[in-house]
């Protein structure tokens, strides 16, 4: 059986809003669909606490590459409006982290994506994949910045994906 194949990306937007804002439409997960293109769905499967810790979606997405990757994920931890924290599991394993932070050009938003593939033959070709993977994940953040900036009504002033 192939090793399991890690990836960790860090991404980050500058978007000339209030971090109110920003965290309002971030923290809405269910909605992301509406304006972050490459995401075909997202489904609360359970509900948590008030902050939305322990809840449990179930994640669709598909972008340049023609394949839907799915999987679950649990909010481990939520301090409005400067983090969510969650943990997924099924097609992709392992933690994602956005963090905002106020600046005096608008809101920074950091997506912190410590993932790996389970998927038999997905960890089986990732030698030669790899870089395929790392594009196709970059065209789906950049999908998010634009996406983000357009729900808020406000300017993407940069963003970056590594």
């Given at each position: 059986?192939?090793?399991?194949?890690?990836?960790?990306?860090?991404?980050?937007?500058?978007?000339?809003?209030?971090?109110?804002?920003?965290?309002?439409?971030?923290?809405?997960?269910?909605?992301?669909?509406?304006?972050?293109?490459?995401?075909?769905?997202?489904?609360?499967?359970?509900?948590?606490?008030?902050?939305?810790?322990?809840?449990?979606?179930?994640?669709?997405?598909?972008?340049?590459?023609?394949?839907?990757?799915?999987?679950?994920?649990?909010?481990?931890?939520?301090?409005?409006?400067?983090?969510?924290?969650?943990?997924?599991?099924?097609?992709?394993?392992?933690?994602?982290?956005?963090?905002l932070f106020?600046?005096?050009?608008?809101?920074?938003?950091?997506?912190?994506?410590?993932?790996?593939?389970?998927?038999?033959?997905?960890?089986?070709?990732?030698?030669?994949?790899?870089?395929?993977?790392?594009?196709?994940?970059?065209?789906?953040m950049n999908?998010?910045?634009?996406?983000?900036?357009?729900?808020?009504?406000?300017?993407?002033?940069?963003?970056?994906?590594?």
């Amino acid at each position: 059986m192939p090793e399991q194949a890690h990836y960790a990306f860090l991404t980050t937007w500058l978007v000339d809003a209030p971090i109110e804002h920003v965290w309002d439409v971030i923290y809405a997960i269910e909605r992301w669909p509406e304006w972050w293109r490459g995401v075909q769905s997202v489904t609360e499967l359970v509900h948590g606490d008030g902050d939305g810790e322990g809840t449990v979606y179930r994640h669709v997405w598909r972008s340049t590459i023609p394949y839907s990757v799915r999987f679950e994920s649990t909010v481990e931890e939520v301090r409005r409006p400067h983090l969510i924290v969650a943990r997924a599991r099924g097609e992709l394993a392992g933690t994602g982290s956005f963090r905002l932070f106020e600046s005096p050009l608008g809101t920074a938003v950091t997506y912190d994506w410590r993932v790996h593939t389970t998927k038999r033959w997905m960890n089986a070709i990732a030698p030669l994949a790899r870089p395929v993977f790392a594009w196709n994940h970059h065209a789906v953040m950049n999908h998010g910045g634009v996406g983000l900036a357009r729900a808020l009504g406000a300017e993407l002033v940069a963003q970056s994906s590594s």
